[in-house]
């Protein structure tokens, strides 16, 4: 869960934050702001129970910038959210009517270390980040960025289907 409802798709600005508890060897996730709601992803409203969330990871009092995150948002046998989350349906989607829509926010909710997903960075017991690649940020974010590739990619092909219907229904009312 990327997009927030104040930034978008600009994940340098995500505000959700994981901050690092070495006390307890967890993370604090947390929405501090109505802005940082996260907002618009698929099978969120209704179904989904777990999620990739991307949160700025914060320890030893530095931000580390957005990191992944796999999270557990719903109990698996009561479908219900998970205390300190609050998730709802924001409707479909123009053109992806099948898909629940959804929003979630985070009010301090623990998850342990292991929810760091750290191929390409290391957050050692004390809190101390590493990373080892230059190039850690650009591989996270891979996906995501292929993924809005494909969609203008394809988007040549949807135009084309619109342009024919309206076609025929023009050719057809006269």
């Known amino acids: 869960m990327q997009t927030e409802m104040g930034h ?3 994940v340098s ?3 959700t934050t994981a901050t690092y508890d070495a006390a307890t060897q967890e993370f604090v996730v947390h929405t501090p702001n109505l802005e940082a709601t996260k907002f618009w992803p698929g099978g969120l409203g209704k179904t989904a129970n777990h999620c990739v969330l991307y949160a700025r990871l914060l320890s030893q009092g530095k931000d580390h910038g957005v990191q ?3 999270m557990q948002i719903r109990d698996s046998k009561t479908h219900l959210p998970l205390a300190g989350i609050n998730i709802g349906d924001i409707g ?3 053109g992806f009517k099948s898909s629940d829509q959804g929003f979630m926010t985070f009010n301090q ?3 342990p270390k292991s929810a760091l997903l750290d191929k390409f960075i290391n957050l050692s017991v004390d809190g101390t980040f ?3 690649t230059p190039q850690a940020k650009k591989l996270t974010f891979g996906g995501m ?3 809005r590739s494909l969609i203008i990619f394809t988007s ?3 135009i084309g289907i619109e342009a024919t219907i309206a076609s025929r229904y023009s050719f057809k009312r006269r």
């Open 156 to 158: 040549h092909y949807f």
């Open 68 to 70: 992944a995150f796999i």
């Open 13 to 15: 600005q995500l505000q």
């Open 145 to 147: 960025l292929n993924l």
């Open 8 to 10: 978008g798709s600009d």
């Open 92 to 94: 479909p989607k123009l």
């Open 130 to 132: 590493t990373t080892s």
């Open 109 to 111: 909710v623990r998850m």
